[in-house]
């Protein structure tokens, strides 16, 4: 569980590749020859200092930098999710009300890496999303056409579209990494191993553990927050109110894919595919039946007569 | 561009476009499916590993540097990553903030590199070698102190101060060069002290 390696430098072939897509964006279905072990992040919010070493480590990690921003006076820096900052510490103050205790609820933000995933169903771009069976959901900007669908399927406001090159961002669980038997930069670098990585099983397990140890803290609401809306995710927290996620910033209480997307992907692209096969059909048929429309010599001399400028019926052209 | 474009082959064209997108939509379409791998290349294969020290703070995280050419060998290396070793008793692989940052901080344009002095009505640092740097500061140092030293206070009480000089060691440093350091510039007698055996 905890990453006990270093990186290799010496050549690795990566573990997984496009063999193993489970699901990839307008492709239709994909026919992975195996089953990789799911794998998960946990960020356990309760162990968070909110130091944002995670932030550091995955900028550096994927070559990313941030440009210098502008303190408003809240601890959020930058202030929201970017095309380069994939991942972002978010910070509520709450006071609860059968303690009258200000708690400080620290949530670090970024993809979750659901098993249904919504920005690949309703991304249009052929491979632009792409999902392996291990879970991590990864995008692909050299298939991005930037059209911003993925933001609207995603029911945890995630990715962000970049100014500079028109293409959607977000946190890729360091697939290059897993690939290579590492964990993520943001779970190597975390001072307080709130972020650990492995095996969902493993992750479920120590999530547990960590639960009984709040609750026996007097968090009698403490849970894992593996939402079923959306198929659980591989980006799991260990919330200390569990019953109320939303007071982590927002953290949706029952995530679902948009009504909308699902329509619009679902039933409405079929009846779409349908209508246009039928009326294939249906001119493939009349074609057969009534033949090409052909000219008839009635039709040239009319044009010839037309092209002299005297149409039949005495009108000048 | 001017084209000869009747009615029914600009019908014909269209629809045989239609045709092909519909195919598509259908799920014809593995024309394309000799695409690139989507996974990013590991990107520290052939790095050449060094071990070091983080220079933050005196906790002295261990971390690994990776750089592509190898100095060993008479190459010119480049800084690449720098992440937290896993092996080391400290951190065990995890950083701060700051030192997951750390390659911005080596490759920072202000950082300073060697000793650098602006001289009086200078607009401008220049740079100098170690020895004058120290040789400078030694002599004004000795020459203040010589000057401003208090051994004894108005009471006839032996203070051994010396204010009128402050003193900012490193924040780089393991505990035992903290505690010398401490040693050091107390028993010179001088009270505005600040350095990492603080924390």
């Known amino acids: ?317 | 561009m001017n084209m000869e474009l009747s009615r029914r082959a600009f019908l014909r064209s269209a629809g045989a476009g239609v045709a092909g997108t519909a195919i598509g939509a259908f799920g014809f379409g593995g024309i394309e499916a000799a695409h690139a791998s989507s996974i990013r290349a590991f990107k520290l294969t052939t790095m050449v590993e060094t071990r070091n020290t983080c220079p933050y703070c005196s906790v002295a995280c261990g971390i690994i540097t990776y750089s592509k050419g190898d100095l060993r060998k008479g190459e010119k290396a480049e800084l690449v990553h720098i992440e937290g070793d896993v092996d080391h008793p400290t951190n065990r692989g995890t950083l701060c903030p700051k030192g997951a940052a750390l390659l911005d901080f080596a490759k920072a344009e202000t950082r300073l590199k060697y000793p650098m002095i602006r001289k009086p009505g200078s607009d401008k640092f220049e740079r100098v070698s170690w020895d004058q740097a120290l040789d400078r500061i030694a002599r004004l140092m000795k020459d203040d102190r010589d000057q401003n030293f208090v051994a004894k206070n108005n009471d006839g009480v032996t203070v051994n101060r010396w204010t009128t000089t402050g003193f900012l060691a490193a924040s780089a440093t393991t505990n035992e060069t903290a505690f010398v350091t401490y040693k050091v510039v107390r028993s010179a007698g001088m009270l505005v002290f600040d350095n990492q055996a603080r924390v």
């Open chain 1, 1 to 317: 569980m905890a990453i006990t390696t270093n990186p290799p430098v010496a050549p690795t072939p990566a573990s997984y590749g496009d063999k193993d897509l489970l699901r990839r964006s307008a492709s239709g279905p994909q026919h992975p020859d195996r089953q990789l072990t799911p794998v998960a992040k946990l960020i356990d919010v309760s162990k968070c200092i909110g130091c944002k070493a995670c932030q550091s480590a995955c900028l550096e990690w994927n070559n990313l930098r941030e440009e210098v921003g502008v303190n408003t006076g809240v601890y959020e820096n930058p202030h929201d999710l970017t095309p380069a900052s994939w991942t972002l510490m978010r910070f509520t103050e709450w006071v609860n009300p059968e303690t009258d205790n200000l708690e400080w609820l620290i949530r670090k933000d970024g993809c979750m890496h659901c098993a249904d995933p919504g920005c690949l169903k309703a991304c249009p771009a052929p491979g632009a999303i792409v999902q392996y069976t291990n879970g991590i959901v990864d995008f692909d900007r050299n298939h991005c056409i930037g059209c911003g669908y993925c933001v609207k399927g995603c029911p945890f406001n995630i990715p962000r579209i970049s100014k500079v090159d028109h293409k959607a961002y977000k946190c890729s669980l360091c697939s290059d990494r897993v690939a290579v038997g590492q964990g993520p930069a943001c779970a190597k670098a975390c001072p307080t191993q709130a972020i650990v990585f492995g095996t969902k099983e493993e992750m479920k397990q120590h999530a547990d553990k960590r639960i009984a140890d709040l609750k026996s803290r007097g968090f009698k609401n403490a849970g894992l927050y593996d939402p079923p809306g959306v198929g659980g995710t591989h980006v799991m927290y260990v919330l200390h109110h569990n019953d109320k996620p939303s007071l982590y910033a927002g953290l949706p209480d029952n995530p679902r894919i948009s009504p909308l997307v699902e329509a619009w992907k679902g039933m409405t692209k079929y009846a779409g595919l349908a209508l246009i096969g039928l009326t294939a059909a249906a001119g493939f048929v009349h074609h057969l039946v009534a033949g090409p429309n052909k000219v008839t010599e009635h039709d040239e001399e009319e044009a010839a007569r037309f092209a002299e400028g005297k149409a039949t019926d005495g009108r000048v052209a």
